[in-house]
T-cell receptor, first 111, second 112 residues
Framework: DTGVSQDPRHKITKRGQNVTFRCDPI?????LYWYRQTLGQGPEFLTY????????KSRLLSDRFSAERPKGSFSTLEIQRTEQGDSAMYLC?????????FGSGTRLTVV | DAKTTQPNSMESNEEEPVHLPCNHS???????IHWYRQLPSQGPEYVIH???SNVNNRMASLAIAEDRKSSTLILHRATLRDAAVYYC?????????????FGKGTHLIIQP
């Protein structure tokens, strides 16, 4: 297992377009998290899945954001009608115990 | 989760030990102390965690004060590859629903 994979690594999109990111967690990890990180700040929690169930969402996750984890395997994070304020690094992490393994993130730039 | 306080930045020389402090005066009895680091253009990486006793692993050591209100991450011999942002995080949920709460961390600069 090569760890947590995220795709794409970089995405440039025009304001108003929809984007979708994918995360492939470590296969035996049942917990999956999405975070957002802006320049100079630590990652901020967005949402949490236990297997296929989305159990927690941050207030940062506006109604333009949606996340899924079908069959409890990979997860997708979609942002509709992107805004310039959505520009950030989107990180995925998975866990089966007290430690977390993060992916390298998807850097989104909204122009 | 309880809050942690870390210096914004620290500088050290290559091949010397580095002691990264963290204050967590409001820590509860069930809070684990976690350290993660983030290299440029990468996601955070787990370093070490502990509850009450000092901990050692291949990456670092964690020294926890007797009253648990502070801790120190020790890199025994820093290399240029240790230059990163180091986050000290308290977590009592055992990997629960709200994940980890990151602060701004300490930006560690290693001089050759």
């Amino acid at each position: 297992d090569t760890g947590v994979s995220q795709d794409p690594r970089h995405k440039i999109t025009k304001r108003g377009q929809n984007v979708t990111f994918r995360c492939d967690p470590i296969s035996e990890h049942n917990r999956l998290y999405w975070y957002r990180q802006t320049l100079g700040q630590g990652p901020e929690f967005l949402t949490y899945f236990q297997n296929e169930a989305q159990l927690e969402k941050s207030r940062l996750l506006s109604d333009r954001f949606s996340a899924e984890r079908p069959k409890g395997s990979f997860s997708t994070l979609e942002i509709q009608r992107t805004e310039q304020g959505d520009s950030a690094m989107y990180l995925c992490a998975s866990s089966s115990d007290v430690s977390y393994t993060f992916g390298s993130g998807t850097r989104l730039t909204v122009v | 989760d309880a809050k942690t306080t870390q210096p914004n930045s620290m500088e050290s020389n290559e091949e010397e030990p580095v002691h990264l402090p963290c204050n967590h005066s409001t820590i509860s009895g069930t809070d684990y102390i976690h350290w993660y680091r983030q290299l440029p253009s990468q996601g955070p990486e787990y370093v070490i965690h502990g509850l009450t006793s000092n901990v050692n692993n291949r990456m670092a050591s964690l020294a926890i004060a007797e009253d648990r209100k502070s801790s120190t991450l020790i890199l025994h011999r820093a290399t240029l590859r240790d230059a990163a942002v180091y986050y000290c995080i308290l977590d009592n949920s055992g990997g629960g629903a709200d994940g980890l709460t990151f602060g701004k961390g300490t930006h560690l600069i290693i001089q050759p």
